[in-house]
């Protein structure tokens, strides 16, 4: 290896795109919607990586609780108070899923809601 290329090495790391929370959040929520839909998609077969993505998707939602309940959180009380709510659906939803008594769309439209929010979209 020579100098220039152990120089842009040691740079390249330096020149990436500082990530803000709210696209870590995106992020999270965009990689968790793409593995429940592309799970459902796959229909019966695909239930044990459905179940995999029903699991994410209600760890992501139950972190968003608590932090939605944390007094600390400058969110608008409304806002949290939302959230909350969409959590508790979330969770009440995943076991209709899981159970087979219901299908995954509600969430990924929750998700997708949540992502163009995130983006700054109004919806």
Do not use: C
């Not at 330096?14 to 429940?36: C, H, M, S």
């Not at 699991?55 to 009380?77: G, K, M, S």
């Amino acid at each position: 290896m020579n100098a220039i290329s152990q120089a842009q090495r040691a740079y390249s790391a330096a020149a990436a795109p500082t990530r803000t929370p709210r696209g870590i959040e995106y992020e999270a929520v965009a990689r968790i919607t793409k593995n429940l839909r592309t799970a459902a998609e796959k229909g019966r077969d695909g239930f044990p990586d459905l179940a995999r993505a029903l699991h994410e998707n209600r760890r992501l939602w139950d972190i968003f609780a608590v932090d939605a309940a944390d007094p600390a959180n400058p969110l608008p009380r409304e806002l949290k108070a939302r959230l909350f709510y969409l959590a508790e659906f979330t969770r009440h939803h995943t076991s209709k899923v899981l159970a087979r008594e219901d299908d995954v769309s509600p969430l990924l439209d929750i998700n997708a809601s949540i992502m163009a929010g995130l983006r700054g979209e109004v919806t």
